[in-house]
Every structure is written in C-alpha cells, then in structure tokens.
Nanobody, 128 residues
Framework: QVQLVESGGDYVQAGGTLRLSCAAS????????MGWFRQAPGKEREGVAA????????FYAGSVKGRFTISQDNAKNTVYLQMNSLKPEDTALYYC?????????????????????WGQGTQVTVSS
C-alpha cells in the first residue's frame, strides 16, 4: 500500500505562483508513475502532469505546458508541482496520484483510471 499526502494549496492572485508537494509513504519502491490531477466544481477530474519515477520522464496537459513543472525528490519520496503564471481557470482541488501497476506512457498518464492510489487533495484558488 501507498499513502499520499498533498500540501501547498492556497489562495493566490492571477499571475502568481504556488508549489504543491505530495509526500508518499508505505511501499514507495513499487511506484512506477506519479501524477497531478485537478477537479473544479461541476467538472470531471483532469490530468495536469505526470512523471516517470524511474528515469524522470514527464508529460504535461496542454493547458499547463510551459507554466507548470513536475519534479521529484527521491530521497524524500516527494513529488512537486511548481505552478507559475496562474490563471483563474486553474482554480480547483488538486490531487496527487500514484500507480504501481501497468506501466503507461505519455497522454495515457492523464487518465485517472491509470492510477490506483490517491491523496485527499489540496485546494488552489486563483483570483482575477
């Protein structure tokens, strides 16, 4: 089993920055991919960014490419999401996810069903 805890969500003005953290514990050695997702009220959960825990490959949704950066600190079992140039449409509950199952690549990692572990979420609110 893997446990995920997100932190770093906040209220910020448009154009601002935030860094989200996701601390993993438990059987972290089994994790193959980690991702960040978000869900706004009344909308479906959407993938934001993903990272290959071995090798460091990354994938981003088009809506955040060039603004958000996913990274990992293996020594701390932590994945980060650096969010720059935030927009009001980035407002959502942000979730961290991990999978120890089948290995997927690229855009497949933007699908929630590829992941079997989820955190509780951290709220990001961007004001205009």
């Amino acid at each position: 089993q893997v446990q995920l805890v997100e932190s770093g969500g906040d209220y910020v003005q448009a154009g601002g920055t935030l860094r989200l953290s996701c601390a993993a514990s438990g059987a972290t050695y089994r994790i193959k991919r980690m991702g960040w997702f978000r869900q706004a009220p009344g909308k479906e959960r959407e993938g934001v960014a993903a990272i290959y825990t071995s090798g460091g490959g990354k994938f981003y949704a088009g809506s955040v490419k060039g603004r958000f950066t996913i990274s990992q600190d293996n020594a701390k079992n932590t994945v980060y999401l650096q969010m720059n140039s935030l927009k009001p449409e980035d407002t959502a509950l942000y979730y961290c996810a991990a999978t120890d199952g089948e290995i997927w690549f690229g855009s497949h990692l933007m699908s929630p069903e590829r992941y079997n572990y989820w955190g509780q979420g951290t709220q990001v609110t961007v004001s205009s």
